[in-house]
């Protein structure tokens, strides 16, 4: 299930570089999703993960965010363990995973080449972040994965990177009554070099759910 967002456009076609690769990437691989990857999750959440852009193999294949990719294995299995997730593993976009109180979103909704997008393409599709932020409900958490998702979410509310430093397990208030909490991405290299194991990853998740048992 994927859920709509106000202004977001699957056939968004705002940045010429990403749609010209995504065009590409469908040539090579028909079968794929290969366009702007859309908000997995509750209209209404309580956490709203965000992470960096869709991988090649994984939400640019499934059009399901971290679904089919190896950055989706630690999420989705810790999504699960503290009750945001019907199931451990997500593989593809029908396979009846449900999230609970949850949405996972990115700071650019297409595939880039080589996983990096320009900071003009960033600042493009932080219109389509900055929506979903707003329709957040005071109380609610914000989880960045990494610190282009970080430096995404401020500049979505306006507010100074200088000001909410990012960290792992970092917890900032916001002024709009929402928390920030940071991670290390969950991406191969960090779990394979230990940058992120699963003991620090959790801790990130049961800080969260404490915030968002707190505020209910």
């Keep these: 299930m994927t859920i709509p967002i106000e202004n977001f456009d699957v056939d968004c076609r705002l940045c010429p570089r990403l749609s010209d690769f995504l065009d590409e990437n469908?040539?090579?691989?028909?079968?794929?999703?290969?366009?702007?990857?859309?908000?997995?999750?509750?209209?209404?959440?309580?956490?709203?993960?965000?992470?960096?852009?869709?991988?090649?193999?994984?939400?640019?294949?499934?059009?399901?965010?971290?679904?089919?990719?190896?950055a989706g294995i630690l999420l989705y299995q810790t999504l699960y363990d503290f009750d945001f997730s019907t199931a451990p593993t997500s593989v593809s976009s029908d396979d009846g995973l449900k999230l609970l109180d949850c949405r996972i979103t990115n700071a650019v909704k297409c595939l880039p080449p080589q996983n990096k997008p320009t900071g003009e393409e960033i600042r493009t599709c932080n219109a389509y972040l900055k929506a979903e932020i707003e329709g957040l409900k005071s109380g609610a958490c914000v989880l960045a994965l990494g610190g282009i998702a970080h430096s995404s979410v401020l500049r979505a509310l306006g507010l100074k990177l200088k000001e909410y430093p990012f960290g792992h397990n970092n917890c900032h208030q916001l002024p709009n009554g929402v928390s920030l909490i940071d991670s290390y991405h969950c991406s191969r290299y960090n779990t394979n070099t230990k940058r992120l194991t699963t003991p620090m990853f959790k801790a990130v998740f049961k800080r969260a759910r404490k915030l968002i048992e707190k505020s209910k």
């Design 26 to 70: 469908k040539r090579d691989y028909p079968e794929y999703h290969a366009r702007p990857v859309a908000p997995f999750g509750v209209s209404d959440p309580s956490l709203l993960i965000v992470g960096l852009a869709p991988g090649m193999h994984g939400a640019n294949a499934t059009g399901r965010p971290f679904t089919g990719d190896h």
